[in-house]
RNA sequence: GAGCCGGUAGCUCAGUCGGUAGAGCAUCGCCCUUUUAAGGCGAGGGCCCUGGGUUCGAGUCCCAGCCGGCUCACCA
């Protein structure tokens, strides 16, 4: 269908033309010295006399995105990045063959310009083009110039497509960058080591997760897509690096929802000697930091709520909250039946043989998270739920770990790391349990993560933070799919 | 996996009660040397998501499927 397509056929017969004028249609390099952003915030804002007295010469690279012709001159846009910047194509002005290069340009082809700033009878900042370098053709056609692109399965699909479109989309991920970006300087100048652990695994450890199977063929192994860095990053702690973080794709084979992708960015930062109150202060310090950086405030707009990113957040424990929420007595944190009957009441869905964690734990995910808008630690979280994480020193029966909710989301997952080896051992040993009973997610038993631990891992504070989820709220965007470049969907036809 | 909504020209969308497939932008031709969604005159462009069915006749009604969005379930 394409192939027919009239529009494309027209445009494959300007080849050719262009090629009558010795203009290649895809052509080489071109001396870019100016960027149409640079040159809209040095100069924009000068008065018409003022561009006419200093005659400030540019040359600058883009694409066209808007072109209005009269019969001997015209008007094309021309966007580089995220900025667009409108030139001026007069034939008096352009060389001979030049102009008739100008009578063949479409929408979408790449151009280069040289020539003089100056504004127009309608005050429009241009550029009066005295070179024009034809640069490459465009064989489609773009989407139409005021609604855009819009159809959201093109708009992913065809992200190309769509950064052209909508140079919108342009700003988000250069913020995604910038967020990543500033996490990588904070965690350096905190005195991090980056570092690169393996995406194959052989064991998918260090969550609760479904992991994608792959086979090495050489070596005869099924390999895993690894569902979390945590064992191996635990490992370098062993190993003496007192501080790391590595910043990297995970994999899920699980749902795709408008927060969950099956590859997904992954912040995960160790800390030797500390614990997870250290971390509570290094994540409110890093997200300030963030929120300075990247919206220029502690307060951030998100989906039509006012979100407060300035210290301190508050801290809930995981029982408080669900007590404190419900309105509950404390004695159903102990009772497996009236948990049960609880969960009835509020209209909470549980497996009538579910354990008491397990209830509980939905009980906190209907009636907890939904509410915790504004950034909140919901610290000691119960042993069960938390395989890896240390035991507290005051009650065994929970952990030294806090996850943080914002706009009832969860952002991060921390804890001080359980470097025990007998006592991992055994919690690896009640999830193979679990496992055996029908749980797929259950943690695999790792022995060589068990010898590394044996070898003496140092006190240590780990943490986890989703940058998709990050960015989200960042970029104030409702759906994953818009902070990942390349969303997954179901292949095409 | 379930429910709801959507899929018509390159793009954005109309399409009445089942009766010859429409608009704007884009494209092509002509005019036009400061436009801003430039303008004027004229023209071309369709696997109406796919496959069945009902009917004299289906973009429209029915069934099945494909793709997408949202909500729910699972998950970070």
Redesign the pocket.
């Known amino acids: 269908?394409?192939e027919?397509?009239?529009?494309r056929q027209?445009?494959i017969k300007?080849l050719d033309l262009l090629r009558d004028l010795q203009v290649p249609p895809y052509g080489t390099r071109f001396e870019v010295t100016d960027r149409a952003g640079d040159l809209i915030r040095l100069h924009g804002e000068k008065p018409k006399e003022e561009l006419e007295r200093e005659s400030i010469p540019c040359r600058i690279a883009g694409r066209i995105v808007?072109?209005?012709?009269?019969?001997?001159?015209a008007?094309a846009?021309v966007q580089d990045g995220a900025d667009r910047l409108?030139v001026?194509l007069?034939?008096?002005?352009l060389a001979e063959p030049s102009y008739r290069v100008c009578e063949q340009l479409?929408?979408g082809d790449w151009i280069g310009v040289s020539g003089h700033l100056?504004?127009?009878?309608?005050?429009?900042f241009?550029v009066?083009v005295s070179e024009l370098t034809f640069l490459s053709k465009a064989l489609?056609?773009?989407?139409?110039?005021?609604?855009?692109?819009?159809?959201?399965?093109?708009r992913?699909?065809q992200r190309y497509v769509d950064l052209i479109?909508n140079p919108s989309v342009h700003d988000i991920f250069i913020t995604r960058s910038r967020i990543i970006a500033g996490i990588r300087a904070f965690l350096i100048d905190k005195g991090f080591l980056e570092v690169e652990t393996p995406m194959m695994q052989p064991i998918p450890g260090g969550?609760?997760?479904k992991p994608f199977v792959t086979h090495h063929n050489a070596l005869g192994v099924d390999l895993f897509l690894r569902i979390a860095p945590e064992l191996y990053l635990k490992r370098l702690i062993v190993g003496g690096f007192p501080r790391v973080f590595e910043i990297n794709r995970?994999f899920?084979n699980?749902?795709?929802?408008?927060?969950?992708?099956?590859?997904?960015t992954m912040l995960e930062f160790y800390v030797a000697y500390a614990d997870y109150n250290d971390l509570i202060a290094l994540t409110e310090e890093l997200f300030g930091k963030l929120a300075q950086e990247v919206r220029g405030s502690t307060t951030i707009e998100y989906q039509d709520k006012q979100i407060n990113m300035a210290a301190p957040w508050r801290r809930w424990s995981y029982r408080q909250a669900i007590l404190e929420v419900n309105g509950l007595d404390a004695s159903v944190l102990q009772d497996r039946t009236a948990a049960l009957e609880t969960a009835k009441k509020l209209g909470v869905?549980v497996k009538q043989d579910a354990d008491l964690p397990t209830i509980l734990n939905?009980i906190f995910?209907?009636t907890v998270e939904p509410n915790l808008i504004q950034p909140t630690f919901i610290t000691d979280y119960p042993i069960e739920l938390s395989p890896l994480a240390r035991r507290k020193d005051t009650d065994p029966t929970l952990t030294d770990r806090f996850?943080l909710y914002i706009a009832g989301?969860?952002?991060a997952?921390a804890f001080s790391e359980l470097n025990d080896p007998l006592d991992q051992r055994q919690r690896f040993e009640a999830q193979d349990a679990q496992r055996e009973a029908g749980d797929e997610?259950a943690h695999h038993l790792d022995e060589d993560f068990l010898r590394a631990l044996e070898h003496g891992m140092p006190p240590t504070a780990g943490e986890?933070i989703?940058i998709?989820?990050l960015v989200m709220l960042f970029t104030n965007q409702?759906?994953?799919?818009d902070v990942i470049l390349f969303?997954q969907?179901?292949?095409?036809?």
């Open positions: 269908m394409d027919l397509n009239d529009q027209q445009r300007k808007a072109l209005r012709r009269f019969g001997k001159a008007f846009v409108q001026y007069k034939k008096d002005r479409d929408l100056f504004r127009t009878k309608t005050n429009e241009t009066d489609r056609p773009l989407p139409e110039k005021w609604h855009g692109l819009t159809d959201v399965e093109t992913y699909r479109a969550a609760t997760a995970n899920r699980e749902g795709i929802s408008t927060i969950h992708n099956p590859e997904f869905e939905e995910e209907e996850e989301r969860e952002i997952n997610e986890g989703g998709d989820r409702a759906s994953i799919r969303p969907l179901r292949p095409e036809k």
